[in-house]
Nanobody, 122 residues
Framework: QLVESGGGSAQPGGSLGLSCVVS????????MAWFRQPPGQERVAVAA????????WYGSPVKGRFTISHDNAKNTAYLQMNSLQPEDTAMYYC??????????????????WGQGTQVTVS
């Protein structure tokens, strides 16, 4: 299972951090990804990274403001969100996936999702 923590409320220009711990799971995924879903909208990917390092991808709205990382020893993915804006308000989900990042984000399989954590910027 994937267990998320972090999130909460922030003012515009502020920062928040999210964590996602992977446990009790057959690790077939090679990537961890973060998605977000604003109210009434579709869930979209915002960042992804190889578990082993060596590559990251960011969606255009968050590039330069968000940083994804992964700690293999702790089986934990992180999303550091800086310079937050009201349009970043959404439910954020982590996902264990199989992906390639060489030509943009290409996800071939989804293995597990976190429960979601709310981020509100106002």
């Amino acid at each position: 299972q994937l267990v998320e923590s972090g999130g909460g409320s922030a003012q515009p220009g502020g920062s928040l951090g999210l964590s996602c711990v992977v446990s009790g799971y057959a690790e077939r995924h090679n990537c961890m990804a973060w998605f977000r879903q604003p109210p009434g909208q579709e869930r979209v990917a915002v960042a992804a990274t190889y578990r082993s390092g060596g590559g990251t991808w960011y969606g255009s709205p968050v590039k330069g403001r968000f940083t994804i990382s992964h700690d293999n020893a702790k089986n934990t993915a992180y999303l550091q969100m800086n310079s937050l804006q009201p349009e970043d308000t959404a439910m954020y989900y982590c996902a264990a996936v199989r992906c390639t990042l060489s030509t943009g984000l290409r996800i071939s399989n989804y293995y597990a999702w976190g429960q979601g954590t709310q981020v509100t910027v106002s």
